[in-house]
């Protein structure tokens, strides 16, 4: 829920809570990805072994969840898309962890780079991959 607060710059659980719940009411295919893109970054964030703290203030998860509405809302509610958000936001996990890395000595943050940068290369791929294509057409 932290991760979903996030994106409203609240990591509290009941601001995630609320946040989930009108993605959910935008839509079961909104709310499906954004819980989907959430999850899948922090697990992933755990499994990369990230710094538990930032993972348990949603810094894991808020790039996940959007980057899970922006491909369902780019590519349409198919299989295919929630593939590629599974892929994306474990992609935005490594992303964040190569970010922060890099930006820590320059007193630079991630931010929102993972999400936009993810985005849009899945973005870009997809008159690439006809599977893709087919299933947004």
């Given at each position: 829920m932290r991760g979903v607060g996030q994106v409203g710059l609240q990591p509290q659980l009941l601001t995630g809570a609320?946040?989930?719940?009108?993605?959910?009411?935008?839509?079961?295919?909104?709310g499906l990805s954004a819980t989907l893109g959430t999850l899948v970054s922090t697990t992933a964030?755990?499994?990369?072994?990230?710094?538990?703290?930032?993972?348990?203030?949603?810094?894991?998860?808020?790039?996940?969840?959007?980057?899970?509405?922006?491909?369902?809302?780019?590519?349409?509610?198919?299989?295919?898309?929630y593939v590629r958000t599974v892929v994306g936001c474990v992609l935005c996990t490594v992303l964040t962890a190569a970010l922060t890395a890099l930006l820590a000595p320059l007193?630079?943050?991630?931010?929102?780079?993972?999400?936009?940068?993810?985005?849009?290369?899945?973005l870009a791929a997809v008159p690439h991959l006809p599977w893709l294509r087919a299933a947004a057409a």
């Open positions: 609320f946040v989930l719940a009108r993605l959910w009411a935008a839509g079961r295919e909104v964030a755990y499994a990369f072994g990230v710094d538990r703290g930032s993972v348990a203030l949603g810094l894991q998860g808020y790039s996940g969840c959007l980057t899970g509405i922006a491909l369902i809302g780019s590519l349409g509610g198919h299989l295919a898309a007193g630079g943050r991630t931010l929102t780079w993972p999400f936009v940068l993810t985005t849009w290369a899945l």
